[in-house]
């Protein structure tokens, strides 16, 4: 198994940018396929961006392409997201999820298919 900790949410102005982080413990971080999902008050859980094992592969959600980055470092067990340009729109709780993964390069965007979640962060974007 593994556990997940996001961090780094927070309130934030339109335009700007936030760093969020996924710590990992538990299995080989390395092994898992990751993503983050965020949901937004009575909203379905959306996917955001989601990366592969190896780090070389990565799919976006329509609606942040071109804002958001996703990128992980296996040596800290640690996922990341960038999210600059925000908008009022992106505010949610953001989710890492996390799945083992045969293929170095298979990249998970369907939230069914992650085993593990973590607690989840707010951002909060402000007109």
């Known amino acids: 198994q593994v556990q997940l900790v996001e961090s780094g949410g927070g309130l934030v102005q339109a335009g700007g940018s936030l760093r969020l982080s996924c710590a990992a413990s538990?299995?080989?971080?390395?092994?898992?396929?990751l993503g983050w999902f965020r949901q937004a008050p009575g909203k379905e859980r959306d996917f955001v961006a989601a990366?592969?094992?190896?780090?070389?592969?990565?799919a976006y959600g329509d609606s942040v392409k071109g804002r958001f980055t996703i990128s992980r470092d296996n040596a800290k067990n640690t996922v990341y997201l960038q999210m600059n340009s925000l908008k009022p729109e992106d505010t949610a709780v953001y989710y890492c999820?996390?799945?083992?993964?045969?293929?170095?390069?298979?990249?998970?965007?369907?939230?069914?298919?992650?085993?593990?979640w973590g607690q989840g962060t707010q951002v909060t974007v402000s007109t």
């Open positions: 538990g299995r080989t971080f390395s092994d898992y396929a």
């Open positions: 990366i592969s094992r190896g780090g070389g592969n990565t």
């Open positions: 999820a996390a799945e083992g993964s045969y293929w170095r390069s298979t990249v998970i965007t369907k939230g069914y298919e992650y085993d593990y």
